[in-house]
């Protein structure tokens, strides 16, 4: 039971891509800072936010199972992330909810919380704890420097829930980059719909960042997270030519050797159906080009199989196209309609057979080739981070890993000695499909 002279504590779940976890991230030392307590569960929550997600229908059905069982564990649930961008829809299903918001409107989330669960005037006077709340480990975090995106990908429904493209002030994000470096952080996952074009929004006006005047772009704001002194790793890169410039950046101690890029498919009628800003010739070109700039750049994509008219030949070009471009790290999606996206419409939808088919073939040549590129890696010594502390090994990340997504080094030890976000030399004894194993060379 909850004590009546303790300010109300607001449960929160978190959906959907690391864009929202940094966004409940925010809502949740905003709650901190008005004098609200945080409860880790349903029963000593006073009330309960649902960070949506809406992109897929899958995604949607796992918010909207999410939303019922806060409903009925708790009673008092405010909705708000993609999916609150559809209030009726949420409402056929849960009419009960006090308040339905979309994505990042943190005010109004907190003027229904203020209004439903109210704070007595001792909760204002007392000092709200100067403790900062993560939700992710404290060796790492996510920095987010836009939101929205300004392409118009066919299969996609974000510009329609987060906007177009709106660029954080670069002394705002380095000033976050700095803080969380401050509280712990010793790698920062640099996140955004699309990170490439950051900046184009703000027409890369010039600014004065630690004393220099810079330009608002990508490369700059780069740059100078890469002189705070941990990991910088920088995910949704899309392929534009300007990216070439921050290769060189990178190092494995500062700016590391890697890059997510969604490419999304290669062939190029595909592309096009889905309104992509690539096409694969140019994408192969930069990818051989990136890695004669620095042989070790570790390449991380996302696909989509079963795309509406996608043939057997299409497929099969994409096959090619992956055994040529050698990707490091690779995720795959089976296409599904999006309600409210334009694939929806497109002729040929392929036959759920045939793209689960095509997702065990596609995956299969993703791990022949993680197989093969990780058996390059085996007698080599790399610098890892610590993830997890066992009784008999550590579970490490290599700089060419990004958490929860990529893969791991084991590495037996009877060392008591180790902690959570330490580093390490490791040199690579052994290798499977998706991991590897080491052995300790430095502490």
């Known amino acids: 039971?909850?004590?009546?002279?303790?300010?109300?504590?607001?449960?929160?779940?978190?959906?959907?891509?690391?864009?929202?976890?940094?966004?409940?991230?925010?809502?949740?030392?905003?709650?901190?800072?008005?004098?609200?307590?945080?409860?880790?569960?349903?029963?000593?929550?006073?009330?309960?936010?649902?960070?949506?997600?809406?992109?897929?229908?899958?995604?949607?059905?796992?918010?909207?199972?999410?939303?019922?069982?806060?409903?009925?564990?708790?009673?008092?649930?405010?909705?708000?992330?993609?999916?609150?961008?559809?209030?009726?829809?949420?409402?056929?299903?849960?009419?009960?909810?006090?308040?339905?918001?979309?994505?990042?409107?943190?005010?109004?989330?907190?003027?229904?919380?203020?209004?439903?669960?109210?704070?007595?005037?001792?909760?204002?006077?007392?000092?709200?704890?100067?403790?900062?709340?993560?939700?992710?480990?404290?060796?790492?975090?996510?920095?987010?420097?836009?939101?929205?995106?300004?392409?118009?990908?066919?299969?996609?429904?974000?510009?329609?829930?987060?906007?177009?493209?709106?660029?954080?002030?670069?002394?705002?994000?380095?000033?976050?980059?700095?803080?969380?470096?401050?509280?712990?952080?010793?790698?920062?996952?640099?996140?955004?719909?699309?990170?490439?074009?950051?900046?184009?929004?703000?027409?890369?006006?010039?600014?004065?960042?630690?004393?220099?005047?810079?330009?608002?772009?990508?490369?700059?704001?780069?740059?100078?997270?890469?002189?705070?002194?941990?990991?910088?790793?920088?995910?949704?890169?899309?392929?534009?030519?300007?990216?070439?410039?921050?290769?060189?950046?990178?190092?494995?101690?500062?700016?590391?050797?890697?890059l997510d890029v969604p490419f999304q498919h290669a062939h190029p009628d595909v592309l096009k159906r889905m309104a992509r800003p690539s096409n694969n010739v140019h994408d192969l070109e930069q990818i051989s080009e990136w890695r004669s700039i620095n042989p070790d750049l570790s390449i991380r994509s996302t696909f989509i199989v079963g795309f509406p008219g996608e043939t057997e030949s299409e497929f099969n070009f994409l096959l090619d196209w992956l055994e040529e471009a050698k990707i490091d790290r690779v995720g795959c999606f089976k296409y599904e309609d999006v309600s409210g996206a334009r694939s929806n419409l497109m002729d040929g939808h392929v036959q759920e057979d045939i793209i689960e088919d095509r997702y065990h073939r596609f995956m299969r040549k993703a791990q022949e080739i993680s197989e093969l590129k990780l058996k390059e890696k085996v007698g080599k010594t790399y610098s890892c981070v610590i993830d997890t502390v066992e009784a008999d090994q550590l579970l490490c990340r290599t700089i060419f890993d990004a958490p929860e997504i990529d893969g791991l080094v084991s590495v037996p030890t009877s060392q008591t000695n180790h902690h959570v976000g330490d580093r390490l030399e490791v040199k690579i004894q052994a290798s499977s499909e998706y991991d590897l194993t080491g052995e300790l060379v430095k502490y």
């Not at 909810?97 to 204002?124: A, C, R």
């Not at 401050?182 to 990170?195: C, N, P, Y």
């Open 1 to 258: 039971m909850i004590q009546k002279d303790q300010p109300p504590k607001i449960g929160l779940v978190s959906l959907g891509c690391p864009k929202a976890l940094v966004d409940s991230e925010v809502l949740v030392n905003k709650l901190q800072k008005l004098g609200y307590g945080i409860s880790p569960d349903y029963n000593n929550a006073d009330a309960v936010v649902v960070n949506t997600c809406g992109f897929l229908d899958s995604a949607k059905a796992e918010s909207l199972n999410a939303i019922g069982e806060a409903l009925n564990e708790n009673g008092k649930v405010i909705v708000t992330g993609c999916l609150g961008s559809t209030p009726e829809f949420i409402r056929e299903s849960h009419p009960n909810v006090m308040t339905i918001t979309g994505p990042q409107k943190f005010n109004e989330v907190l003027d229904s919380i203020t209004e439903n669960v109210p704070l007595k005037s001792n909760h204002f006077e007392a000092k709200p704890s100067s403790s900062y709340v993560k939700l992710t480990p404290r060796h790492y975090s996510y920095l987010k420097i836009s939101e929205g995106c300004n392409h118009k990908c066919s299969f996609c429904i974000i510009p329609s829930l987060r906007g177009p493209l709106k660029s954080r002030p670069m002394t705002s994000i380095i000033s976050e980059a700095k803080s969380l470096v401050e509280r712990g952080a010793k790698e920062l996952l640099v996140i955004s719909q699309d990170t490439s074009a950051y900046g184009l929004d703000l027409r890369f006006e010039e600014v004065s960042v630690n004393g220099k005047t810079l330009k608002t772009n990508i490369y700059n704001l780069v740059s100078e997270l890469g002189t705070l002194g941990v990991w910088v790793r920088l995910h949704y890169i899309y392929p534009y030519p300007h990216v070439r410039k921050l290769i060189p950046l990178m190092d494995p101690n500062y700016v590391l050797p890697y």
